[in-house]
């Protein structure tokens, strides 16, 4: 099975600050066929479900802010938020499709981002 | 339109047992994945358990706080999934939400509302 390890657990940064979270994959989630990563950015509200933000390590999806970006291949991955406003506090997610469909197997505490 | 609904939360006694459903309509049963995640008071969200599609072997997996107390089964007739819940504790108090996607398109997990669970 494919773990899935964020870093840091936690963070506060101030707004209008850049927030980085790391994720980095057992195993690669690239696929050598279509040379893309099945790595997905999900962010977490209070009484929500999960949002997708970004999609094979590096696509925004609709509706989501350009201060939100993705990167990295094969196993190591990053999510940054260029200048962190209030409403991104939340708690954010790393998850592989690869081989099994997001939050269908066990997963991590992800990352708490809060206002320093 | 798909979409996910989830029933049967409440109160239960600690020993206690109590069966959540979750309607998943707009998919074809062969090719949805069904699952549940929980979130107790003040903690993350934990994977509880997963129904795969039939396109996978339609077997389940649990986690281990849940395992041989948990079970999930499905009722293709009512595109229904249940969370049969035996031997509850104080520790699985928690809003359990079901969620399902299609085989087509992985990304596009669709989420029910939640709903709660106490055990007390």
């Known amino acids: 099975d494919i773990v899935m390890t964020q870093s840091p657990d936690s963070l506060a940064v101030s707004l209008g600050e850049r927030a980085t979270i790391k994720c980095k994959s057992s195993q690669s989630v690239l696929s050598s066929s279509t040379n893309k990563n099945f790595l997905g950015w999900y962010q977490l509200k209070p009484g929500q479900p999960p949002k997708l933000l970004i999609s094979w390590a590096s696509t925004r999806e609709s509706g989501i802010p350009d201060r939100f970006s993705g990167s990295g291949s094969g196993t190591d991955f990053t999510l940054t938020i260029s200048s962190l406003q209030a409403e991104d506090v939340a708690v954010y997610y790393c998850h592989q499709y690869y081989d099994i469909p997001p939050f269908m197997y066990p997963f991590g505490r992800g990352t708490k981002l809060e206002i320093k | 339109d798909v979409q996910v609904v989830e029933s049967g939360g409440g109160l239960v006694k600690p020993g206690g047992s109590l069966r959540l459903s979750c309607a998943a309509s707009g998919f074809a049963s062969n090719d949805v994945w069904m699952n549940w995640v929980r979130q107790a008071p003040g903690k993350g969200l934990e994977w509880v358990g997963r129904i795969k599609s039939k396109n996978y072997g339609g077997t389940t997996d649990y986690a281990a706080p849940v395992k041989g107390r948990f079970t999930i089964s499905r009722d293709d007739s009512q595109n229904t999934h249940y969370l049969q819940m035996d031997s509850l504790t104080t520790e699985d108090t928690a809003v359990y939400l079901c969620?399902?996607?299609?085989?087509?398109?992985?990304?596009?997990?669709?989420w029910g509302q939640g709903i709660l669970v106490t055990v007390s």
């Open positions: 969620s399902a996607v299609s085989d087509k398109y992985w990304l596009g997990v669709i």
